[in-house]
């Protein structure tokens, strides 16, 4: 009887076993036909806990993706210690994905240093329907506040003639032009928002745009991009310490400024963007909507977000515009022959562009070479997503690499040398590139891209008409430095130009 009960136990572990087998055997080939249909991004072999770290240079981020790219394909993936990071290089392939798969691609990343930022409110790094509500807030009420209108462009004038007299100041001597081209574009700015602008020599407006253009050169230093991956490190960090003392500093200041125009609010005469959200968020109390997306979290951070964007992207494409003018001085020369022909004596318009081909073609070859966002601000994806035969999970982050755009080297003549016959016609007229990014594409391209082109194209001439740009005395057109200081944008090196008054 024991053996029978022996015999039958071994034939039953036999057939357990076999069947365990067989599972197994099964299982495996599923998840080989699953993860065939399935390929991830290719990408160079990471390293436990730190990635591929070592293989980044994190204080230009940028140009080593582009390397990698060459390597890997328009589609790969880094992994920036623990995290898998997908990274979208080249004209056509980032198009796709934030133009073709907008719903797929178009959530924000809020990294560790930009939940500093914003806590998850405001305009810019903020998801959800408080991203959506605030998104067509702004957008509506900026056009209404003169972006891309008439009002807005009698404001850029007006502020393009404090920039002069203070440029002007400087009786053609050498000088750096970085605080006054910033104060300008943030004035810009400040018109929108609060209905006013500020004197140049104001001490707290003057304090609060030197820190906004310090923060975005933090944000991008090669310290922050360490933090992101292991954000524990950050109260050890010197950088981290100095950045959150900037966000504090500039989060106190508006909120102040707010508080300013909530006492003397008039319903009747709405001065600027400030105004207009209190008026909804107290139209929304009066109803009894208490818990709208209208609070003063998301007012201060959409402020904050707005002169952060638009301040210092804007000031840096055009100092980046003067010195290319004093560095290819026959360009220059060529510009203000189009703008005294054109124009005359008086004053350059908006309307004036389609009339100014060769005018509008430095411009926009400024704003390609410039490159002042590199990288964009990462994107997350939605769902799971199928792109190019790639499988990318739900959740992943994404970098759509911006600079692998305006210098594919597939979509123009000169990718890497300052040259306006990238936008110019064997006619010699001007011609709209697609592979023109430098505003992202998409759900999340540049809510301010219509004001920043006016500003550009309204500061450049005018400053154009009134003065020729030159190295400063004992340096040649060559030894002007086109090598960009990194960060979050990427600024020209500190260096000083004559501007010689032309009347």
Not at 70 to 78: A, D, N, S
Not at 269 to 283: E, N, P
Not at 424 to 448: E, I, L, N, T
């Amino acid at each position: 009887m024991c053996l029978l009960e022996d015999h039958l136990f071994q034939s039953a572990s036999s057939v357990t076993l076999l069947g365990a087998v067989v599972f197994l055997f099964v299982l495996y080939l599923l998840s080989s036909s699953t993860q065939e249909q399935r390929k991830e991004p290719p990408g160079p072999r990471p390293l436990p806990l730190i990635g591929n770290l070592l293989q980044l240079d994190l204080s230009s981020l940028h140009t080593s993706l582009c390397y990698l790219s060459k390597k890997y394909g328009p589609v790969f993936t880094i992994h920036l210690g623990h995290k898998k990071v997908v990274v979208l290089a080249g004209y056509k392939t980032v198009k796709q994905a934030l133009v073709n798969y907008a719903e797929e691609f178009g959530d924000r990343e809020i990294t560790p240093v930009f939940y500093d930022f914003s806590k998850g409110h405001g305009i810019i790094l903020s998801n959800g329907e408080s991203w959506k509500e605030m998104r067509r807030f702004a957008l509506t009420n900026l056009r209404d506040f003169g972006m891309g209108k008439r009002m807005s462009e009698e404001n850029i004038i007006q502020e393009c003639h404090y920039l002069i007299d203070t440029i002007e100041k400087h009786e053609g001597k050498a000088f750096d032009s970085t605080q006054a081209v910033n104060y300008a574009a943030s004035n810009v700015l400040s018109a929108i928002v609060y209905g006013d602008r500020f004197e140049y020599t104001d001490p707290v407006f003057q304090a609060m745009v030197n820190e906004n253009n310090e923060l975005m050169h933090l944000t991008g230093s090669a310290a922050i991009q360490v933090y992101n991956v292991f954000p524990w490190l950050g109260p050890w960090m010197k950088t981290w310490r100095l950045l959150m003392k900037i966000i504090e500093n500039n989060r106190e200041e508006i909120s102040r400024l707010i508080r300013g125009l909530k006492e003397t609010l008039n319903p009747q005469m709405l001065r600027g963007f400030i105004d207009s959200f209190l008026m909804r968020k107290k139209g929304l109390e009066d109803s009894g909507i208490m818990d709208s997306h209208y609070h003063d979290d998301n007012l201060v951070y959409s402020v904050m977000h707005l002169f952060a964007a638009g301040t210092d992207t804007t000031g840096n494409t055009i100092r980046w515009g003067l010195l290319l003018m004093a560095k290819y001085p026959h360009i220059q020369d060529e510009v203000q022959e189009e703008l005294s022909r054109v124009t005359g004596s008086r004053q350059v318009l908006v309307e004036d562009r389609k009339n100014l081909p060769y005018t509008d073609a430095v411009i926009h070859e400024i704003q390609r070479v410039a490159n002042v966002v590199p990288l964009s601000i990462p994107h997350i994806t939605s769902q799971d997503v199928t792109f190019q035969g790639y499988f990318i999970k739900k959740g992943t982050p994404v970098i759509p690499l911006l600079t692998s755009v305006l210098n594919d080297e597939t979509e123009w003549e000169s990718p890497h040398m300052f040259n306006p016959n990238n936008f110019r016609g064997k006619d010699g007229q001007f011609v709209k590139r697609d592979a023109f990014m430098p505003f992202s594409a998409g759900r999340r391209a540049c809510p301010g891209e219509s004001l920043a082109k006016m500003e550009v194209f309204l500061f450049l001439t005018s400053l154009l008409k009134r003065f020729r740009f030159t190295p400063p005395p004992g340096v040649t057109e060559d030894e002007l430095d086109l090598t960009p200081v990194e960060g979050f944008t990427l600024n020209p090196s500190p260096h000083q130009l004559c501007a010689v008054s032309r009347l």
